[in-house]
């Protein structure tokens, strides 16, 4: 079973210490950053797009999302 199998995109990068890079990669407006941060917490890379994608990143944050 993965390990981050039912999680939320937040908490998958809380439970894998990317929050941080994430933050850092949103304030860079750096959206391939984001796609290889989703990516080590198991998403797909088309997961990832669709994600990075298809939410503004202010929305993913520690503030929300």
Excluded: C, F, K
Excluded at 20 to 41: F, K, N
């Amino acid at each position: 079973m993965p390990l981050y199998a039912g999680m939320t995109v937040n908490e998958r990068l809380v439970s894998s210490g990317q929050m941080a890079a994430w933050d850092a990669a949103v304030a860079r407006h750096d959206r391939a950053g984001m796609v290889e941060i989703l990516m080590a917490t198991e998403l797909t890379a088309e997961q990832a797009a669709d994600t990075v994608l298809g939410n503004p990143p202010a929305v993913i944050t520690r503030e929300g999302g």
